[in-house]
């Protein structure tokens, strides 16, 4: 069964054409960073203009690699949620016109959801029960999985989520956008020895905060400028980035610990950090937890993902409705869809 899935809740385009849920024939990504960079951020009206002007041709395109005709096609899936509006409603869009025109049946999926499909198109062997940690700019939530379709919420962030974090951090130090990888890179130069004061209010608990530890950085910069004192760059990013990985990696294994469950996933943009992979897979082997994280390409925004879930959900619940709205808020937790918390 071939499936297209199309995501464009943020700043990238992506058209994927996914076989089965398990075999990426095609998976294509227009990334927007040059356009929002002299800004620091994204900027969403601009993103879903960049979007509407590639979308048609990156479609197409998706389809001439995967040696795929639309008329092969059995599915299309796009993300409705959560992400920004005026991206959402391109991609969704698009979707919908393509499954009228193709007639095929369409199938709205959740980005959160999509992330933890990533590992299964890079692990073939993968199935539930598991345990997955999705940690990204928007998001940083702790899932369990008993099967396919069905979700625990155990723990999600407070405030900032994990990636946004390490942006706004990388922008306090003067790093580049999108500050991740900068941050990364920089890091492994440095000693992650510096004292960050921040309290962990939810020390114990499944959730996380970051604003605090982000805060810390804030407060230690500006006091050595106001001292006039140099900023061991290197120094404060790999002790912020050591912090940070500490606290994904407490709630994680707790929670495997409580729930008994041996197998925990990663995904998300923050999936590819270097730091992040090295421990929780130290970790993991000293534990005997099987641990996936899903190949650099696929931990950011993509398509295939969304493909995959799509079918995955088609196999369980058919087709969505036409008339599924974008959800930009759109929350991950059971039920996915069909509740007011999840529909505007």
Known sequence: MLCLGVETSCDETA??????GRRIRSSLIWSQIEKHQ????VVPELAARCHLEVISRLTADALEEAGVAPGALNLVAATYGP????????GLSMAKALSLAWQVPFVGVN??????YANFLAHPELEPPLLCL??????TQLVLMPEHGRYELLGQTRDDAAGEAFDKVARVLGLGYPGGPHLDRLAQTGQPGLTLVHHDALAGTYDFSFSGLKTAVVNLVHNLKQKGEPIPVADVAASFQRQVVSILLDRAFRALAATKVKTLVLSGGVAANSELRARFAAEA?????????????????NAAMIAACGYFQWLREGASSLALAAVPRLRFEPPLAGTEENTP
């Open 15 to 20: 058209v994927a054409v996914v076989e089965d």
């Open 38 to 41: 002299k800004f620091g951020g």
């Open 83 to 90: 992400g920004l509006i005026g991206g959402l409603l391109v």
């Open 111 to 116: 980005h959160v959801e999509g992330h933890i």
């Open 134 to 139: 999705t940690v990204s700019g928007g998001h």
């Open 285 to 301: 082997k000293a534990r005997g937890v099987k641990l996936y994280c899903p190949p650099l390409p696929l931990c950011t925004d």
